[in-house]
C-alpha cells in the first residue's frame, strides 16, 4: 500500500480523465453499440456493419480508412510523463510512507534520478510530443538549492506545460523562485493555517517559511506579469477536518489560485492518524459545514475551492448513510474508467516505470530505463498488458480502489479509448 497516494495529489490524473469522459468522438469509429460510422461529407459510404470496411472505394483508401477503423486500443499515447526527480526529501510527513522507517528503507527509495535518465526522458516527451511533464513524484524535488540545473532542459524548453508539488518548506531564494516561475502549475502542500497543526501533519514543517514562500512567488509572478498558478493542496483527517475554513481564508488572503482538497489515505501501519472514513456521525457533520464554510468563503473569489471527487463522494455517502440509518454502507469505486495507463506513465527515480501513478510500488513495473527505452517500455509487452486487462474488466492495477476510477460500464470505457485514442 506503498505510494498509491501519489495519484490522490497529482492533480492531472483527474484533469486526464476528464480529458477523456469528454473527448469528442472522432470521425470513422466505432460507437457505443459496435456499429461503424463513416462521413458521408468525405465520399464515403456510411456503414452500420462492426468492422466492415467501405466497399465501395479504392483499396488503398479502403485499407487507409480499415486502419483508422481497426485502432490498436492496447497502444497508448504519452500526452503526460510523470519523472520522480528524486525521492529524497527534507520531511516526513506521519501521514507519508517516507515517515515510515520500514518504507524509507526500501534500496530504491531516497535515489536521486540520474542526469542521463532525465536526458533520455527530455528526448522521448520531445520526440513523442509530450507536453505535460510532472517533476515531481514522492520525495522533494526542491530540496536543495539548485535544484532547477538538472532540470534545465526541461525548464528553458517553452514547448513544455510542467507541474510540481513541493513542501516549500525550505526558504527559496530568487533562483529558486525563478525556476518556479517557469512551471504552469506549482502546488504547495499544507493542510491548516495552523501553526501548531502544521507542524503536527507536516513534521518540522514550519507555515511562517511556507507562507513566507508563497508571498515571495506571487510577487515575482506579479513582477513578471506570468508565471504559474499556485494551487494549495491539502490533506484531510481526523485532526484538521476543523481547519478547513481558516484554510480558505488564509489561501484567499495569499492569493492562491486554487485550494484543492482531498481525504489522506491510510497507507502505512506507520501513519497513526485516522482518515475521513473513520469519523463519527457529529465528525461528518463538522466536515459537511466547513466544506460549506469553505465554499462560501472562496466564492466570488480569485481562489477556486476544489474538492476532490473522491472526497465529495465519501462525504456523500457518509452523509447519505446517517440520513438513512445505515451502519457502513461502502462501495468500492468501480473498477475503473481511466485513462491512465494509455496516457501518463510514471518513472520512478530509480529509472522503474510504472503504468500510473498508482500503481508505484503496489504492482510489478512495466519496465525499466536502465535496460530498455521509454518508447520500448510504453509499447511494451507488459504495459499492453494493463491496458488489455483494464479494457477486459479484470485490471491488474488496484483500480477498484482507486481514488482515480470512475465506475463505468467495460464498453462505454473501450468506447472512450477508441476515441480518445
Ligand atoms: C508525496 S508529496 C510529494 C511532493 C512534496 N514533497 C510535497 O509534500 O508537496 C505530494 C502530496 O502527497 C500528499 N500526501 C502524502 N501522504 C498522503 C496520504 N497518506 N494521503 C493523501 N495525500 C498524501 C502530501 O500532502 C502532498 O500534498
Ligand atoms: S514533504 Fe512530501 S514527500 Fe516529503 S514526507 Fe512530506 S508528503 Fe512525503
Ligand atoms: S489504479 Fe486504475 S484507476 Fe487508479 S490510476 Fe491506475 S489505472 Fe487509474
Known sequence: MVKRFIGQLIDLGHAL?????TASPQ????????????????????????????????PAEAAK????????????????????????????????????PLVD??????????????????????????????????????????????LGKFLDDPDFKLYTVSNFARPLDDDDLAAFLRFDTVQVSFDSSDFMMVRKLRSKANLGIITYNIVRLKQKIREAGAGPSVVV??????????????LARFCRELGVDKLLVGEMMNLTAYN?????????????????????????????????????????????????????GASDRREDRGWGSCLQPWSMPLVRSDGKVFACCIAVDEVEPVG???????????????ARAVRADILAGRPSVPCATCVM?????????????RNWL
Open 17 to 21: 480523465i476528464m480529458r477523456g469522459l
Open 27 to 58: 470521425e470513422g469509429f466505432a460507437t457505443a453499440s459496435g456499429a461503424i460510422r463513416l462521413e458521408d461529407e468525405r465520399g464515403l459510404d456510411a456503414h452500420s456493419c462492426a468492422g466492415a470496411a467501405p466497399t465501395r472505394n479504392h
Open 65 to 100: 480508412i480499415q486502419q483508422g477503423i481497426e485502432k490498436d486500443l492496447l497502444k497508448g499515447r504519452p500526452d503526460t510523463v510523470i519523472i520522480e526527480v528524486t525521492s529524497k526529501c527534507n520531511l516526513r510527513c506521519h501521514y507519508c510512507p517516507k515517515a515510515d
Open 105 to 150: 528503507s526500501l534500496p530504491h527509495v531516497n535515489t536521486d534520478m540520474s542526469d542521463a535518465m532525465l536526458d533520455t526522458l527530455y528526448a522521448f516527451c520531445k520526440s513523442h510530443g509530450t507536453k505535460d511533464v510532472t517533476l515531481s513524484g514522492v520525495g522533494e524535488t526542491a530540496m536543495h538549492a539548485g535544484w532547477h540545473r538538472r
Open 233 to 246: 493542496n491539502c490533506t484531510l483527517l481526523r485532526d484538521n477536518i476543523g481547519h478547513l475554513a481558516d
Open 272 to 324: 497513526t492518524f485516522d482518515g475521513i472514513e473513520k469519523l463519527t456521525s457529529a465528525e461528518i457533520r463538522v466536515l459537511a459545514d466547513q466544506m460549506a464554510s469553505a465554499r462560501e468563503v472562496l466564492a466570488g473569489t480569485a481562489t477556486v475551492f476544489e474538492p476532490r471527487d473522491s472526497l465529495l463522494d465519501l462525504l456523500w455517502r457518509r452523509e447519505a448513510d446517517l440520513a438513512d
Open 368 to 382: 525499466d530505463l536502465a535496460t530498455s527505452s521509454m518508447a520500448e517500455i510504453f509499447d511494451g509487452t507488459r
Open 405 to 417: 476510477a470512475r465506475k463505468m460500464p467495460p464498453e462505454e470505457f473501450k468506447e472512450l479509448v
